[in-house]
C-alpha cells in the first residue's frame, strides 16, 4: 500500500480554476494505478479520473471530461489534478486514491488520502 496525502482544495468562484496534489509514500508508486474521487455531502463517493501506472492512459467522467485533467510525476511520487472551469456542483471532498488494477469503482482501490475539500461558489 501507498499513502496518500491531498492538498489544494478552497474556495473558488464558478469558472475558476485549482490544481489539486497528492503526495504519495511508498518506493512502490509507479506500479499504481492513480485516481481522483470526490464525495459531496449526503452524497455516495464518485469517480473523477484515474491515469495508469504509466501515464499513458486516463479515463474521465462524463462529467468532468474536457475541464479536468490527471496526471502524475513518477519521479516525485506525486498525482494531480487541474480542474478549470468550476461548477457549483463540483463542489465536494476530492479524494486521491490508489489501485493495482485499472477500475473506476471505488470498491477496487487499496489505498485512499483523507481528501481536500473543493468548494465552488455559485
Known amino acids: 500500500q501507498v499513502q496518500l496525502v491531498e492538498s489544494g482544495g478552497g474556495l473558488v468562484q464558478a469558472g475558476g480554476s485549482l490544481r489539486l496534489s497528492c503526495a504519495a509514500s511508498?518506493?512502490?508508486?509507479?506500479?499504481?494505478?492513480m485516481a481522483w474521487f470526490r464525495q459531496a455531502p449526503r452524497k455516495e463517493r464518485e469517480f473523477v479520473a484515474i491515469?495508469?501506472?504509466?501515464?499513458?492512459?486516463?479515463h474521465y467522467a462524463d462529467s468532468v471530461k474536457g475541464r479536468f485533467t490527471i496526471s502524475r510525476d513518477n519521479a516525485e511520487n506525486m498525482v494531480y489534478l487541474q480542474m478549470n472551469s468550476l461548477k457549483f456542483e463540483d463542489t465536494a471532498v476530492y479524494l486521491c486514491?490508489?489501485?493495482?488494477?485499472?477500475?473506476?469503482?471505488?470498491?477496487?482501490?487499496?489505498?485512499w488520502g483523507r481528501g481536500t475539500q473543493v468548494t465552488v461558489s455559485s
Open positions: 486514491a490508489a489501485a493495482s488494477r485499472w477500475t473506476t469503482g471505488a470498491n477496487g482501490f487499496n489505498s
Open positions: 511508498g518506493r512502490t508508486f509507479n506500479i499504481y494505478n
Open positions: 491515469m495508469n501506472w504509466s501515464g499513458s492512459s486516463t
